[in-house]
């Protein structure tokens, strides 16, 4: 399986991006879909995940202002990422694990068997 992840690029504070995570390879009847962020310095972040099921879970710092969809039929995942502040600056990184994943286990990065190779997002203030 490949994850493509595109959409990043500058923007300026309270600006919107959407980012998306093309997946290539093999299919999976069940899966969850996560999107993390790690910016410089710091450790790789949740942000939220998808499962087939269509429920979709969201770390408290972007809810309300991030929204993560799947369009299946195109094999692709969303992030759109709105009010955007100078902190959500990082490496946005796309993941998949092909499992339906419990809720405690969602932000734990360990066992998304596969990432994308990241997108920059760079706020400006």
């Known amino acids: 399986v490949q994850l493509q992840a595109s959409g990043g690029g500058l923007v300026q504070a309270g600006g919107s991006l959407r980012l998306a995570c093309a997946a290539s390879?093999?299919?999976?009847?069940?899966?969850?879909m996560g999107w993390f962020r790690q910016a410089p310095g710091k450790e790789r972040e949740f942000l939220g995940a998808?499962?087939?099921?269509?429920?979709?879970h969201y770390a408290d710092p972007v809810k309300g202002r991030f929204t993560i969809s799947i369009d299946n039929a195109k094999n692709t995942l969303y992030l759109q990422m709105n009010r955007l502040k100078v902190e959500d600056t990082a490496i946005y990184y796309c993941?998949?694990?092909?499992?339906?994943?419990?809720?405690?286990?969602?932000?734990?990065?360990?066992?998304?068997?596969?990432w994308g190779q990241g997108t920059l997002v760079t706020v400006s203030s």
């Open positions: 993941t998949l694990d092909p499992t339906s994943r419990l809720y405690n286990r969602l932000a734990d990065p360990h066992g998304y068997e596969f």
């Open positions: 390879g093999r299919t999976f009847g069940t899966y969850t």
């Open positions: 998808i499962r087939r099921s269509g429920s979709v």
